[in-house]
C-alpha cells in the first residue's frame, strides 16, 4: 500500500542548510509536497514538484526528486530560528484526490 | 481571500455526546477535504467532497462520523457518542481554484477535540 516514511527529527544552527529527507512508494504519484505546521497549527504548503522534475528551487527552498529510489528532500538554505516547525513530506493517494502524509520531522534550529 | 476557516478552534466534550465542527473553505474551491491528526502523527484524510457531492470515505470514518457540504460551500463534521479515541486534530483543507492547479490543498487551523 501507499506508505511515506520520514526520519523524526532534525537539528540545526542558525544559518547552516537542513536537509529533511522523504521516501514514499506510490511510483505513480504525480505530485509531492512539503507542508509546514507550526504548533498548534494548521498546515502550511511550502512547495510541491511534478514527478517529471528532478529539481523544484523556490527562494530557499531546494526540493530534490529521485523517482528511481523514491527519494524526495526538502533543503532549506540559511536556516532561520523561524524555521523551526514539523515539516511532512506527501504523496497522492492513486485515486488522485487524498494526501498521504509521512509522520514528520520536527526542525530545530539553534542559534 | 481569508484562507480556509474552521469553527470551533477547540472543543472539550464528555464521552458520549455528539459534536458538529464547521469548515469554510476559500471561496471559489470546489473541493473539500477533512482529515484526522493525532499527536505525534501526520493527517490522515477522512473524506472528500467536490461541490456537494461526497465522492470518497476512508474505512477511518466509522459509522459514528457523518460529513455534509449541502450547498458546495461550508461543510460540517458530525461526531455522535464522541469516544476518547476521538480526541485529536480536525483538519479542513480546500483545493480546486477554477482556472488554476486544483492539486494543491490548502489547510485550515483545525479544531482541537478533547473527549473526557
Known amino acids: 500500500g501507499e506508505d511515506v516514511e520520514q526520519s523524526l527529527f532534525l537539528s540545526v544552527r542558525e544559518g547552516d542548510s537542513s536537509v529533511i529527507n522523504c521516501t514514499y512508494t506510490d511510483s505513480s504519484s504525480t505530485y509531492l509536497y512539503w507542508y509546514k505546521q507550526e504548533p498548534g497549527a494548521g498546515l502550511q504548503l511550502l512547495t510541491y514538484i511534478f514527478s517529471n522534475m528532478d529539481m523544484k528551487q523556490d527562494q530557499r527552498l531546494t526540493v530534490l526528486l529521485n523517482k528511481k529510489d523514491k527519494h524526495l528532500s526538502l533543503r532549506i538554505a540559511d536556516t532561520q530560528t523561524g524555521d523551526s516547525a514539523i515539516y511532512f513530506c506527501a504523496e497522492r493517494d492513486q485515486a488522485g484526490t487524498a494526501l498521504i502524509f509521512g509522520k514528520g520531522t520536527t526542525l530545530s534550529v539553534s542559534s | 481571500d481569508t484562507g480556509v476557516s474552521q469553527d470551533p478552534r477547540h472543543k472539550i466534550t464528555k464521552r458520549g455526546q455528539n459534536v458538529t465542527f464547521r469548515c469554510d473553505p476559500i471561496s471559489e474551491h470546489n473541493r473539500l477535504y477533512w482529515y484526522r491528526q493525532t499527536l505525534g502523527q501526520g493527517p490522515e484524510f477522512l473524506t472528500y467532497f467536490q461541490n456537494e457531492a461526497q465522492l470518497e470515505k476512508s474505512r477511518l470514518l466509522s459509522d459514528r462520523f457523518s460529513a455534509e457540504r449541502p450547498k458546495g460551500s461550508f461543510s460540517t463534521l458530525e461526531i455522535q457518542r464522541t469516544e476518547q479515541g476521538d480526541s485529536a486534530m480536525y483538519l479542513c483543507?480546500?483545493?480546486?481554484?477554477?482556472?488554476?492547479?486544483?492539486?494543491?490543498?490548502?489547510f485550515g487551523p483545525g479544531t482541537r477535540l478533547t473527549v473526557t
Open positions: 483543507a480546500s483545493s480546486g481554484l477554477a482556472g488554476g492547479p486544483s492539486h494543491e490543498q490548502y
